[in-house]
């Protein structure tokens, strides 16, 4: 009796070329996820093609693709590196292969990608109140650990002294990045940030927001402006690093990125922050931040995040 090739391929390295691929399964996964969660009738669109090309080229060799007999891509796993920090996502199996260990064979080529590059911090983020993929990380070794809940704020329309960002330093590039990895390294050892605020900066998809006092680097974030989904209109400013020496540092930048979003001509400053970092949280509530989503972050035992001084706020979603 004639059964249908179930092989699987890889992992290979994606490329641009196989994006249109990758926003298949990506939206047909995730659309799948949510209905099996009990929010039918939603639907995930596909992402711009320049968040992917971020994605890709931030991930670099750690960006993992599967295909099936036919060459169609099945599966996918981005796992990403900023120092001694690793984390994975997004991943996804295409919905008519899930239950077939693909998805564990994944993660744990993820983990083994990441040890295998020094990092010292490993996990990734999952939606909380799916137990499913909760209880499935779990059996690979990653604990549940703090929420990571993104806020957002209306962006008031005045104008105010021009931030300061790091597409206008000009010559001085070379040392306003090094002065980001300085303060990052700092505030969390090992940890740097340098190659994704560059990589932004050459797609153009976003900038840096730098906030000095007295000529001195205290805070800084790394934000994206470009629109998330494919087809939609630019409408907020989405922050994935931040690094500030302290709550009032945070403060000044929190001002600083109320005037970037107001320059780019969007409606929403959105921020995703760990409820580790409860008085940064707790400040963005009583600034009028309201909470719009929820994440979970699953930490690989034995690679635990270590304590960081000041706030480091890092973004393990694209």
């Known amino acids: 009796m004639w059964r249908?090739?179930?092989?699987?391929?890889?992992p290979d390295r994606p490329t641009v070329r196989d994006i249109e691929a990758l926003n298949r399964v990506f939206a047909d996964a995730f659309t799948d996820r949510y209905s099996r969660?009990?929010?039918?009738?939603?639907?995930?669109?596909?992402?711009?093609?320049?968040?992917?090309?971020?994605?890709?080229e931030d991930a670099g060799p750690g960006a993992m693709i599967w295909r099936d007999a036919d060459g169609q891509v099945v599966a996918f796993n981005m796992v990403h590196q900023s120092g001694v920090e690793g984390w994975m996502g997004p991943l996804a199996v295409r919905p008519d292969r899930?239950?077939?260990?693909l998805g564990s064979t994944m993660v744990?080529?993820?983990?083994?990608?990441l040890k295998a590059e020094g990092a010292r911090t490993i996990g990734l983020e999952t939606m909380p109140r799916t137990v499913e993929n909760?209880?499935?990380?779990?059996?690979?070794?990653?604990v549940p650990g703090p929420l990571t809940v993104t806020l957002v704020h209306d962006v008031p329309r005045r104008v105010g002294r021009a931030p300061e960002l790091l597409s206008a330093a000009g010559a001085q590039l070379g040392q306003r990045l090094e002065e980001c990895r300085r303060l990052t390294d700092q505030l969390a050892p090992g940890v740097n940030f340098n190659r994704e605020i560059t990589l932004?900066?050459?797609?153009?998809?976003?900038?840096?927001?730098?906030?000095?006092?007295?000529g001195e680097l205290i805070a800084f974030a790394l934000w994206h402006s470009t629109p998330l989904a494919a087809g939609r209109a630019k409408d907020e400013v989405r922050v994935l690093k931040l690094v500030?020496?302290?709550?009032?540092?945070?403060?000044?930048?929190?001002?600083?990125?109320?005037?970037t979003a107001a320059a780019e001509r969007v409606g929403r400053l959105a921020i995703r922050c760990q409820t580790e970092y409860a008085d940064a949280y707790l400040r963005l509530i009583a600034e009028g931040y309201r909470v719009h989503w929820t994440d979970l972050r699953m930490i690989l035992r034995g690679f635990p995040a270590p304590p960081r001084q000041g706030v480091v706020l890092s973004n393990w979603e694209i």
């Open 108 to 113: 744990r080529l993820g983990v083994d990608w």
């Open 4 to 10: 249908p090739d179930r092989s699987v391929h890889g």
């Open 98 to 101: 899930q239950g077939e260990g």
């Open 244 to 259: 500030a020496v302290s709550v009032a540092a945070f403060d000044r930048l929190l001002e600083a990125l109320h005037g």
């Open 200 to 214: 932004t900066r050459e797609l153009g998809i976003g900038d840096t927001t730098l906030v000095r006092e007295g």
């Open 37 to 56: 969660d009990g929010l039918v009738g939603v639907r995930v669109p596909h992402l711009n093609t320049q968040v992917w090309r971020y994605a890709l």
């Open 134 to 142: 909760i209880g499935f990380y779990s059996r690979i070794g990653l």
